[in-house]
């Protein structure tokens, strides 16, 4: 047992819990699932590496998420909540979870599953499936505030979950992990804090500034108090951006955005005797701006197929607070021996489920609705801006993209009446195997001799990777909105892209009425004559609206 299954499963569909806090109080309020009357089934197919720590991970066979899918669909499962992800992108004929989603999606279970935390790079990201809900990270307006006062009186803000304190109003020597290491340590891993790296001597009674990039963020501070340390400060990599996640370290502690850690490096440097303390941490509440992405959610473009816009959505997946095995301590570390109900933990683990429990609660809203049309919903109905409203954020504070968040940041009570869907059977993913080569996944279906291109699949989004001039995409909406109305067309078409659907007008005169029409997607001729978008994309979206819904769909393009 780690606390990962617990932590997933409780955000689902944990019952609420008043006054449920992390260890230290942190987060502290009335905690539930998303969709807390669900019933759940939990699946074992992760298992410890043997000699290795809990903290660095587990392994999970494809022969078990395989077995276990097919146990779930045997149980009669609404929704499977996948936390897992793989270390590289992998083929569907050889991808354990896309096969078993693919049977799930026979019987029309909603499959949500983790885009993977190996973010910021591009084209990085896991469960690629067309049939699967993949789900980025992204922010809450929440933070554990714990700043850091300098011997020169200035205040640099971190932020953490650590329910250890320092002594009040007393300050403390500072120093940077690379001045106290033992000898042999390479110089490229100097500020990284490793376990035997830093020198007792040189170390003991001190707060000690690491640096975020080989190792685990609360190794670094086992290794910090090891060596006598009596709190440390671990700063982001430039890559980290302002994205921090909070750990319950083993010692007074603080983590900090890339540029304050800079800050605090530069008064170290700045004199002979440099001292701070660390303020002990409070949550706050209504942050701004919020949500944004995380640098660990991983990126498109998909490598599998770049027909397929993924991911799909983003939800909540940053110092997610959840329940918590009492089995294993807070930071998995075999020395760690305190006891939490609850934990805050970050990854695309913690926002799969909450996707989850949204398909969920639209499951019970809309039994008769299939696993494709619970997923448009999530998707067109998402939002693409933040409490600042303005369009969201990625962690450098650069404007995100599809890549990073899909279709946008969930908004479940606006999926629960999305006005037109893009629905999606079996037989239409039996097809898109067929067009990507696949031709005998079931023995009962036989593929046409030309089937459907796989940009064509009926999917709430578009990618089109290398245009080379014109292309017309189809696709149908079903109305399950007024039963009488009327969608026009709009779009923001990706920059020298242009984006047309015929019609541009849609009549509505009952619910469950299909209405097709193209999306007529062209490159301005200058724009090919100068190859401004060659291997880079471009993005934008069109949208359906009858005025109360508003059925946005992402565009990705790149020219040939």
């Known amino acids: 047992m780690d606390g990962h299954g617990t932590h997933t499963t409780s955000t689902v569909a944990g019952r ?6 992390a260890i230290g109080g942190f987060a502290r309020g009335s905690a539930s699932g998303g969709a807390p009357l669900a019933h759940i089934a939990v699946y074992k197919v992760c298992w410890a590496i043997p000699g290795a720590s809990k903290a660095e991970g587990n392994t999970c066979f494809e022969e078990d998420m395989f077995a276990a899918i097919d146990d779930a669909i045997a149980d009669g499962v609404d929704v499977l909540s996948i936390s897992i992800g793989t270390t590289r992108p992998m083929n569907f004929t050889e991808d354990g979870i896309a096969l078993g989603a693919l049977h799930a999606a026979k019987k029309n279970i909603v499959v949500a599953c983790s885009a993977g935390n190996s973010g910021p790079a591009p084209s990085t990201l896991s469960n690629p499936a067309p049939w699967i809900i993949t789900v980025g990270a992204s922010s809450l ?23 250890s304190k320092l002594e009040e109003n007393k300050m403390y020597p500072l120093v940077y992990a690379g001045d106290v290491v033992n000898p042999g340590v390479a110089q490229n891993l100097t500020g990284q804090c490793l376990a035997g790296s830093l020198s007792p001597d040189k170390v003991k009674g001190k ?11 609360v190794s670094k501070g086992m290794e910090v108090k090891r060596a006598g340390g009596v709190g440390f400060i671990l700063g982001n990599s430039k890559a980290n951006g302002v994205e921090i996640s909070c750990d319950a370290h083993v010692l007074p502690a603080t983590a900090m955005t890339y540029s304050n850690a800079n800050r605090i490096m530069e008064y170290i440097n700045s004199t002979k005797n440099p001292k701070a303390t660390i303020i002990p941490a409070r949550t ?20 599998i197929d770049p027909n397929i816009l993924k991911p799909d959505i983003t939800a909540p997946g940053l110092n997610i607070l959840a329940a918590w095995t009492e089995a294993d301590p807070p930071t998995k570390l075999s020395m760690d021996h305190r006891v939490a109900q609850y934990n805050i933990e970050s990854g695309t683990s913690m926002s799969c489920p909450h996707i989850a429990a949204a398909a969920a609660l639209l499951k019970a809203i809309h039994p008769t609705w299939s696993s494709a049309a619970i997923k448009s919903a999530l998707m067109t109905t998402a939002g693409i801006r933040n409490n600042l409203d303005k369009l969201l954020n990625d962690e450098s504070g650069n404007a995100a993209t599809p890549f990073a968040y899909g279709a946008g940041h969930f908004r479940p009570t606006k999926a629960a009446d999305p006005g037109l869907v893009y629905d999606a059977s079996y037989k239409d993913y039996l097809l898109y195997f067929c067009s990507t080569g696949v031709k005998n996944f079931d023995p009962k279906f036989k593929c046409p001799r030309s089937p459907p291109t796989a940009i064509n699949l009926n999917y709430p989004s578009i990618a089109i990777p290398k245009l080379n001039g014109t292309i ?3 696709r149908t909406v079903t109305n399950v909105g007024d039963p009488k109305s009327v969608y026009f067309f709009t779009s923001k078409p990706p920059l ?7 019609p541009s007008i849609l009549f509505f005169d009952h619910v469950g009425q299909r209405k097709s029409f193209t999306i007529t997607v062209k490159a301005r001729t200058e724009m090919l004559y100068e190859n401004r978008l060659k291997d880079e994309y471009a993005f934008g979206w069109y949208t359906w609206t009858d005025g109360p819904h508003i059925v946005r769909s992402p565009i990705a393009v790149s020219l040939a």
Do not use: H
């Open 496 to 502: 020298g892209i242009s984006v047309k659907a015929s």
């Open 141 to 163: 307006d929440r933070t554990f505030v714990s700043s850091v006062v300098l011997g020169n009186g200035l205040s640099i803000e971190g932020e953490t979950v650590t329910p």
């Open 472 to 474: 017309t995409i189809k």
């Open 207 to 217: 707060i000690v500034l690491c640096w975020r990039g080989a190792g685990m963020r």
């Open 16 to 21: 609420v819990i008043p006054n449920a806090s």
């Open 284 to 303: 706050v509440l209504n942050t701004k701006p919020a949500p944004f992405m995380t640098a660990f959610t991983s990126r498109g473009p998909s490598t």
